[in-house]
């Protein structure tokens, strides 16, 4: 594709030569003969030093947003969003071929996708998803996810690939990273579903304002917004909205849609929309507000309550959110994603109120990561289980036994038993030696992964096959 074709909807300096351009990179180590190389200013690392040594290695042009006095340079005013839009016209607009719905918040964004996604099949349309779990193309998986919302280059042809396969939805997680690196600039959203803001990601935003503000920005380039009444951030992300809004709800009569007679049992819950009964087989609170979501989406899309309300009522689990393990012991063993106070007070809050024995919770915090919650995560779990079990989850480059030092201040002067065991493995064996009948563990916060981060290095770790073979022996 021809260099002005790329940028022609990108304002730009001066093209001095209109060069064939056969891909677009902004990783130096991707660099191949021909491709157009932009250049982006990070946290740690701007990528402008480069122009000259990828120029060297074969690119034919470098996007810049600042004068290096390079022939080959384009100047642009922001490359992140250049890079964005370039993306889409590399790969013919597919996005917009389609109808996009994202769905951005601290905790229920993969389990509201799922949901979305299950609505629309279930009513004969094919939909395509991308988030934290993996990257799907209808029942077709594309690939395991790397990042929630991926880079622009990945992203669009993901969606070209999807809509060269008939699929007609992408129902997508919007990170609030991704929003504010520009990696959805450009994309028009037909829907967008805010499901909650808690405190996450603050080693990245630095604060919670500016973590709403990066939320913020998919509710400003979407046609339709719903947001989360009972949130008590809903009002902020209204503030961002520029077309339309709708609000969901299941305190609130008067949000365009009201979740009452709300029942939680142990094998799911119920609650009536308009005139109809809903019955989804997956227990909890947090599935309430996340279905409720999903079905004002998917009405907005014209799919009728009746409908989401048969779809829903075959939702299997979704794939390390409260997924329960087939154990044959009399106790029960739960895997969760929990990785905020917030999704571990949910959690353990929903197993505590049907659990006949004690609760169980074992976790640990992500090194690298935002340190402020750590003690907010050892209070939630103390206040909801019965005893809790410390341990480490992906340390990345921080010593194991520093994060648990900085998680251990949140259990002071809560009576609730706890031991700590910086090994992960031994600490969930621990949990399963110590069982009693009746009780139920819930492993936090690996959820879905099948590998712990240590170091620099991703280690094989799928927490299913650890209890798998501690049973079996």
Not at 184 to 197: M, S, Y
Not at 249 to 265: I, M, P, Q
Not at 341 to 368: H, Q, Y
């Amino acid at each position: 594709m021809l260099l002005s074709h790329l940028l022609k909807n990108v304002p730009h300096s001066e093209i001095k030569e209109n060069v064939n351009v056969t891909s677009i990179v902004s990783d130096s180590r991707q660099v191949t003969k021909g491709c157009v190389f932009v250049c982006i200013k990070g946290e740690n690392f701007d990528s402008h030093t480069l122009a000259r040594d990828v120029l060297n290695d074969g690119a034919v042009a470098v996007i810049v947003q600042s004068d290096l006095e390079i022939p080959e340079q384009i100047i642009v005013e922001d490359t992140k969003k250049a890079l964005a839009l370039m993306c889409a016209e590399f790969y013919h607009n597919s996005h917009k071929k389609m109808k996009i719905i994202g769905v951005t918040g601290t905790n229920g964004k993969t389990s509201t996708t799922y949901m979305i996604k299950q609505i629309l099949e279930y009513s004969g349309k094919k939909a395509g998803l991308i988030g934290t779990v993996a990257y799907s193309s209808g029942k077709e998986k594309i690939s395991d996810s790397v990042l929630t919302t991926p880079e622009p280059q990945q992203l669009h042809r993901m969606f070209y690939s999807m809509q060269s396969q008939g699929c007609e939805y992408c129902v997508m997680e919007v990170s609030s990273q991704a929003l504010a690196q520009e990696r959805c600039h450009g994309i028009e959203f037909d829907c967008a579903v805010f499901t909650n803001l808690t405190t996450d990601h603050l080693d990245y935003h630095k604060t919670m304002e500016n973590y709403c503000t990066s939320k913020g920005k998919l509710f400003a380039q979407s046609k339709l917004s719903l947001i989360n009444a009972d949130d008590k951030n809903g009002q902020l992300i209204f503030g961002f909205v520029k077309g339309r809004a709708q609000f969901f709800s299941a305190k609130t009569e008067n949000a365009d849609f009201y979740a009452h007679d709300v029942k939680l049992e142990k094998d799911g819950c119920e609650y009536t929309l308009g005139n109809v009964s809903f019955k989804i087989p997956i227990p909890g609170e947090f599935t309430v507000y996340n279905s409720i979501g999903a079905v004002a989406c998917c009405n907005a899309m014209g799919i009728s309550l009746e409908d989401c309300a048969k779809a829903l009522s075959k939702m299997s689990g979704v794939p390390g959110r409260a997924e329960v393990l087939e154990t044959d012991t009399p106790y029960t063993v739960i895997i969760d994603y929990a990785h905020t106070p917030d999704a571990m007070e949910n959690i353990l809050s929903t197993v505590k109120a049907v659990s006949k024995g004690r609760v169980v919770a074992l976790f640990g915090c992500g090194g690298n990561r935002d340190k402020s919650k750590r003690p907010l995560m050892a209070k939630a779990a103390a206040e909801n289980a019965d005893y809790v079990i410390i341990t480490t989850d992906n340390p990345r480059t921080e010593n194991p036994n520093e994060i648990i030092e900085d998680i251990l201040p949140g259990i002071k002067n809560i009576s609730t038993p706890c031991a700590v065991i910086p090994d992960r493995t031994y600490a969930i064996e621990f949990a399963l030696k110590n069982a009693k009948e009746n009780d139920t563990i819930v492993l936090c916060g690996k959820g879905h992964e099948t590998y712990q981060i240590i170091g620099e290095n991703k280690h094989p770790y799928d927490e299913r096959k650890i209890v798998r073979n501690y049973l079996k022996k």
